[in-house]
């Protein structure tokens, strides 16, 4: 084997290594950028027999797109978020109406058009909180649609709950924009995150759940302020702004980790969440996925 072809190997190892890193993590995408694009598709070309492309030329293609593609820095201030009506719906709605007509979030430029911002009650005794919509979000214009709607609709159903008598909702309102973007999505960055800091503090402070339930590692770690996986923080109390938290894994990771075991991890969460807010479990609740 040639020094190239032993050192290919390594990479495309510790590449998998790492994608399975995330997986376990709870999380179901990576962004890949341009510069990513174009080792990978080195490696592609050479595992296929392809004539390789010299190391100074693909370090000048690199130099060149990054070129391209990195957007002009800019500085967001960011303004004040306030609430108006007399009851929980009315200032949500008010709400809703500053994120679609803020201009600080269109200068960000890095987000769609199509606001996303939540579903269900907004007197609710759980809040459950991912971190941004997605393709399926994006064209039904409601939190969890799609796939992983599905799944998070059979969880609560098993709790006795529908998607009516919960809140949901993200720290992102917009899907995170991406170059040549077609059903693909990216998480969302620090910058698009703070952006919205204030609309999930009035969200949080107007529903005032008995508990919050954040989805996936970069809710959870966002809104806990923590490092970690959801692994590390499940199964915990935590608290947001006096209300009592729950870490679980987005209903994406489901889609990928479907056995017994994954199942029951998360289940227990859910679990956890019944005993929270009063809602009796059977024996049967209480074995499933066992």
Request: hydrophobic share 35%; proline share 4%; charged share 25%.
């Amino acid at each position: 084997m040639s020094e190239f072809a032993t050192q290919e190997t390594i990479n495309v190892d510790s590449l998998i290594q790492y994608l399975q890193q995330q997986q376990s993590k709870g999380e179901t995408h990576v962004h890949i950028d341009e510069q990513a694009k174009l080792i990978l598709r080195e490696f592609y070309i050479r595992a296929i027999g392809g004539q390789s492309t010299p190391d100074k030329q693909v370090a000048q293609q690199v130099t060149q797109t990054q070129a391209q593609v990195t957007p002009k820095v800019t500085t967001v201030q960011s303004s004040t978020i306030t609430t108006s009506g007399t009851t929980s719906a009315d200032k949500i709605q008010s709400l809703k109406a500053q994120a679609q007509s803020s201009a600080t979030i269109k200068e960000l430029g890095t987000l769609r058009d199509t606001l996303v911002f939540s579903a269900g009650n907004p007197d609710a005794d759980v809040m459950l909180i991912g971190d941004a919509p997605g393709y399926h979000e994006e064209k039904l214009q409601t939190p969890f649609a799609g796939p992983a709607g599905k799944k998070l609709d059979g969880i609560l159903k098993a709790m006795g709950l529908s998607r009516e008598e919960v809140y949901l909702t993200y720290l992102v309102k917009f899907r995170p924009l991406m170059e040549n973007q077609t059903t693909n999505n990216r998480k969302p960055t620090d910058k698009e995150i703070d952006v919205f800091n204030a609309y999930i503090e009035q969200e949080v402070q107007t529903i005032r759940p008995k508990v919050i339930v954040t989805l996936g590692t970069v809710a959870s770690t966002t809104l806990l302020n923590v490092d970690g996986s959801v692994d590390t923080l499940r199964g915990k109390q935590h608290k947001v702004a006096d209300i009592l938290t729950r870490v679980t894994y987005h209903p994406s990771y489901l889609l990928s980790n479907d056995t017994n075991t994954d199942k029951r991890k998360l289940w227990e969460d859910m679990l956890d969440v019944m005993n929270d807010i009063g809602i009796p479990i059977s024996e049967k609740q209480q074995n499933f996925f066992k």
